[in-house]
């Protein structure tokens, strides 16, 4: 059993995905502004975004990929989504992406939602560090994970096309 709070400080809480978030779920995956960080490039159906949620594992070995939606507990107002994809149990890794509705950005909730996954990724998967890509021309997000304890690892040059030009992408690390 995950000890109370463990995925909580006491404002946000990560939670699995329901089928009651399938209308936040499908228009964050489906806002045409998060496509270029998140490497999509065509729009979802409400019937993926529903499959994903009914037949995910929820289970980080067999899907490779553990989805949180981010929670403010308050109200229980569904404000974006914390993912862990890309799991490597057995280097220790993760990527690690962040989605938040339009209206919740800028206030706090991805920062804070990254300091309870970091807990939950280094107490309960045992990971030994979280990886991200994020475009060079993003400040926003460069900002946020590096206030987080992320630094940059390396860059990837001309890696995401972006209005018919290249951007190069950075690789940011964080260790516990």
Aim: charged content about 25%; overall charge negative.
């Amino acid at each position: 059993m995950i000890e109370k709070g463990l995925l909580s400080d006491g404002t946000y809480m990560l939670r699995a995905p329901e089928p009651e978030d399938l209308d936040v779920l499908f228009n964050m995956e489906n806002d045409t502004s998060l496509w270029m960080a998140s490497g999509n490039a065509v729009p979802y159906s409400r019937y993926q975004i529903k499959k994903y949620i009914v037949q995910s594992q929820h289970d980080f070995y067999t899907d490779r990929q553990v989805r949180f939606m981010i929670v403010r507990e308050s109200d229980s107002a569904v404000m974006g989504s914390v993912d862990l994809t890309d799991i490597d149990p057995y280097n220790g890794r993760a990527e690690i992406g962040i989605a938040l509705q339009t209206e919740y950005r800028e206030k706090g909730v991805a920062s804070a939602a990254i300091k309870i996954v970091c807990g939950y990724s280094k107490k309960v998967l045992r990971l030994r560090q979280l990886f991200c890509h994020v475009p060079a021309n993003n400040d926003h997000s460069i900002k946020l994970f590096a206030s987080n304890g992320f630094s940059e690892s390396g860059r990837l040059k001309d890696w995401l096309v972006h209005d018919e030009s290249y951007c190069d992408v950075l690789v940011l690390q964080k260790f516990f």
